[in-house]
Structures are given as structure tokens and as C-alpha cells.
């Protein structure tokens, strides 16, 4: 039996109407939810991922403000740009679009953004938090993860899952709040990764397997359990002569070899990548609502 | 063949001896490096702790400094306190030794004190950058797990390793510590707890077993597989009508149980616990060198 697809597009688009109505409510207060994405130097996939962000705000009636600066931006002007953002009462939320130009420090950068404002929850305190069971803003992509497992029906709660890379993006955090224990989590979870010389010996047993260790076509149907719920966060490109552009996008999953093993699976494009827009829309109404005192 | 005993109190005492050495070379420059224990109240557990604390730095040369308060004492007094420590030149390391009482907000406190000088590592700073990979103070249990299993000889790196429980202090940070790219670490984690529902099926096919849920005599010998590495951290009191106290101290690990089929095995007490004290050490006497930029 082929496998469900898991339509994140959907998902996503689920949780932009829940987070509109709660905007209108809002605004029906006179508050406005603001996002400041400040992206640096002329990287194309940043300035793509930065207009995709500032549009998803626009379209549920977040304000949105994109600060760019070029490449010759100093270290000192990033500091002062983001302690201006910290200050600002239109702005709940504040991006650093990554990567930095090289002679700037990213993670001094991040440092300073108010913990408050941090809605891709990179910041040292919101990871710390999280990693203690106390969570406030969870970062984004894991944060998806955990949403489109839930809202697909398939509840992580009990099950063997698998995550494959241990990044500090996805796998790393992902691997602690899906142990956490809540309703929506409270998995056993094995994190596999290039030291693990066995992979297929995690993965057959799973029932749910994360890849996101950023290796095109990695998962194949063999080493799958039959009906397993298969997350997909690769986004890599590969040369495919047969395409007008000579290349695709592909996941870490090998989609055609796991379709008809698996019991569901997270397309690429459409799959996990709306859920972490989502989720950082879901962070900056919650950094409004918790700056007014309405959490 | 009986399991082979791993001397915790042995290893701890090398690095102390390890740590002795350095304290003497920073004593010929004309530094001292100072630990500050916070002890409120009068749980004798807590005093004890702190006694056994201060007189590990006083035996390898490390300024201890025991600041007792009473159980009346204030959230604000706390506060002062912890500013003040922040601020003392002779001090490296801060210690508040929970629990304490219901009316001091202790994730508070926590978060007051100088993160350079947290050498508990339970700072949400420390945590924070423990996830991300970029480690400064390790939480000081899972740091001795790591130095045991390196010190004994059984480097984790390459094996399948499966934490049970998934605790603050423990199981939690350890799982992200062990999963890391470093040599003595790079082992693929499993971490199960009370939402797993068949912990044996992960347990014997473990090479390395660490056993931090607080269930007395829970790991039993036919839940391992033969020559298995184990390590308890449990600390559990059971009554013993046959001890002339009439209790005595067990582990989470079913000692006898395990011993004839497990590879090797830390006791309780002599195992874990010794080397929870010198990853104190080691992290104050770090604060010290990092503070006067010897590192």
C-alpha cells in the first residue's frame, strides 16, 4: 500500500488560520505582533528565506520589517542594530538571518538578542531552557517536527523514533523535546549520526525516523520498518539532467525507494519546510502575547 | 567471569592529584582558585554534600568557603548573596545547594549567578551552549560519567549506549554530551524512561547501560546483554533489616543480578558519586584559569 503523504503545505496553512484569529483578537486590543528579519550580504537563499518569512507574516497580519545591510557591515554596527531591536516596541520578535559574513561573530550576535524576542530560539538561555524541561521558545524546525507529527495523527508518545543526524539545528534539540515528557512527545529516541556504524540496525526497528543529517537520498526502503512514519528535513540539491533546470531539490529520504514500505512520509518540497515558518510565526505571537502579559 | 568493578574513588583521586598539580603551578603565579558553597536550611543530606565538597578542594589546595543560612533566610537575601559572589576577586566557583526552601525561587537564583563562575553547569547559559555544542561548564554528573567510562577504558565512542531516565541532572544533558563529534564521546544514545514501554528490548542490546532513573535494584542481569559496561547513578535508600542501621544504600542496578554477566560495573557507593565531586573541582579550578585567561 503506497504511503500517506503528509501535506505540510497543509499543516502549516492550518496553524496561519489559527494564528489569524488569534492576531485579530489582538488587534481588537490594539496590538500588532511585529517581526524584524535582518539579513546581511546578498546570499540568494537567505534573501529567498527572508521574503518568504516577511510575506507568511503579512498574509495573517503580523507587522513585518526586513533591515537589510551589506557585506562590509561591522561587527559593532550588528551590535548596535540589534540592541536598537531589543528596545523596539513595535518588535516581538527578531531574526538574524544565517549565515553572517565571515568577520562578523554570529554567535556573539545571537547572544544578544533579547532571550524574549528570540523566535528561532537559538539563543543560549531558550536552548538551556529547553534542555532543562522548561522550554520558552523552542527552535523552530524541531518545533515543526513535533506539530506535523501531532496534527498528521501520528503522536510520537510511546514510539521508537529514530533521529538521523545530530545537528544543532534539527537533531540535537529535536532528540530532547521528543523525549520530553508531554502529550505530545515523551518518545524513546536514539539519535544515529556519522559515528554510528550500523544505521539500519536503529532504523528497521523505528516507527517514526527523522532524517536531517543533510545527505541526499540517504533512507532507503531497506532500511525501513513496514509502516513507519518517515520525517524528511533534507533540502539538497542534485544534478538531474532529465530536469529543465539540470538539478532538484531532494530530501535525505530516497522517496521513491521508501513510498511503498512506509506507512507515511513527509514530502520535499511541501513537507517540513512550511511547518518551520509556521512554527516561527507560532513563536512571535507567543512573544507578543507573553510581552503584554496575556500568557 | 565476574564483571570487572570500576573504582570510581581510584579515578576520582587521579584527578584530583591531576587537578593538585595545576592548582600548585597557579599557586607559584600567585593564584588561588576559590569555590563558594551556599548551604539554607538544615537538610542533612544538603550539609553533608557540602561538607564533603569543601573538604575535597581544602585536601588539593582550592579555597573553599561554606556560607550557611537559615530556612527563614529571604528570596532578596539570596539575591544579595549571589550578587556579592559574582562580584568576589577570590572567588571561581558558586555552588547554591538545592533543594532550598519552597519560598526562594531557585530556577531564579540559578539564573543570578555569573555564568563564568557556574561551576555546577546548571545555568540555562551552560545548557544552552551544552546543546549547541559549544560546551563551558559540563553539569557535573554526567561530566564524571564521561571520565569514568574514558579513564576505565571504555570509551563510548562508536558503541550503542542507552540512558535510563530522563532527569535535569542526568540523563538528559548526558545524552546530548554522549551523542557529540569528540573522541571520548560519538556514541549513537538511546534515552528511556517511564513513557518506553519495553525497556529491555533497548537495554539488551546495549554495549554501555547508564542507570539514572532513581528506582532502586531496577537493571537486572537478564535485561543486559553479556559484557555489558555499566554504570549507576543511582542513590536509592532500601530498608535492610539484616544492616545494623537497618537500611542501606543501593543503586538503580540490581548489583548482584548483573555482576557475573555484565562486562564491568560501577558500584554504589564508590562508583558515580566520587567522581561527581572532582568534575566540581576540575570545573572550578577551569573557572579560575579562564578568569585570569590561562586557558
Same mark, same amino acid.
Given at each position: 500500500m503506497p504511503a500517506e503523504i503528509i501535506n505540510?503545505?497543509?499543516?502549516?496553512?492550518?496553524?496561519?488560520?489559527?494564528?489569524k484569529a488569534e492576531i485579530d483578537k489582538l488587534k481588537n486590543q490594539g496590538i500588532v505582533p511585529g517581526l524584524a528579519a535582518v539579513l546581511v550580504g546578498d546570499n540568494p537563499a537567505s534573501a529567498l528565506y527572508v521574503k518568504m518569512k516577511a510575506r507568511a507574516c503579512e498574509k495573517i497580519g503580523?507587522?513585518?520589517?526586513?533591515i537589510k545591510r551589506d557585506n562590509s557591515s561591522t561587527h559593532q554596527q550588528m551590535v548596535e542594530l540589534v540592541n536598537e531591536l531589543n528596545q523596539r516596541q513595535d518588535i516581538d520578535g527578531i531574526l538574524v538571518q544565517s549565515p553572517l559574513p565571515d568577520h562578523i561573530? =554570529? @554567535?556573539?550576535?545571537?547572544?544578544? +538578542?533579547?532571550?524574549?524576542?528570540?523566535?528561532? #530560539?537559538?539563543h543560549p538561555v531558550n536552548q538551556g531552557l529547553l534542555l532543562a524541561g522548561?522550554?520558552?521558545? =523552542? @527552535?523552530?524546525?524541531?518545533?515543526? +517536527?513535533?506539530?506535523?507529527?501531532?496534527?498528521? #495523527?501520528?503522536?510520537?508518545s510511546g514510539k521508537n523514533v529514530v533521529i538521523l543526524g545530530r545537528g544543532f539545528l534539527v537533531g540535537r534539540?529535536?532528540?530532547?523535546?521528543?523525549?520530553?515528557?508531554t502529550k505530545r512527545t515523551n518518545a524513546t529516541?536514539?539519535?544515529c549520526h556519522t559515528g554510528t556504524p550500523n544505521i539500519s540496525d536503529f532504523t528497521k526497528k523505528a516507527d517514526i525516523i527523522?532524517?536531517?543529517?543533510?545527505k541526499a537520498l540517504f533512507l532507503k526502503g531497506d532500511m525501513i520498518?513496514?509502516?513507519?512514519?518517515?520525517?524528511d528535513v533534507g533540502t539538497n540539491q542534485i544534478d538531474d539532467p532529465g530536469h529543465p533546470k539540470g538539478k532538484r531539490l531532494v530530501g535525505d529520504v530516497d522517496f521513491d525507494s521508501v513510498k511503498d514500505i512506509a506507512g507515511a512520509i513527509t514530502p520535499v518540497p511541501g513537507g517540513v519546510g512550511p511547518m518551520t515558518i509556521a512554527a516561527i510565526l507560532k513563536n512571535t505571537v507567543k512573544a507578543c502575547k507573553t510581552r503584554h502579559d496575556l500568557i
Open positions: 505540510g503545505k497543509k499543516i502549516s496553512d492550518d496553524i496561519k488560520s489559527e494564528l503580523i507587522y513585518s520589517e526586513v561573530d =554570529e @554567535p556573539g550576535i545571537t547572544f544578544l +538578542i533579547d532571550p524574549k524576542k528570540d523566535v528561532d #530560539g537559538f522548561r522550554p520558552q521558545f =523552542e @527552535p523552530a524546525t524541531p518545533m515543526g +517536527i513535533v506539530e506535523i507529527l501531532e496534527r498528521s #495523527g501520528h503522536n510520537p534539540p529535536l532528540s530532547v523535546m521528543l523525549s520530553t515528557k529516541v536514539t539519535i527523522v532524517a536531517a543529517m543533510g520498518k513496514p509502516g513507519a512514519v518517515i520525517i
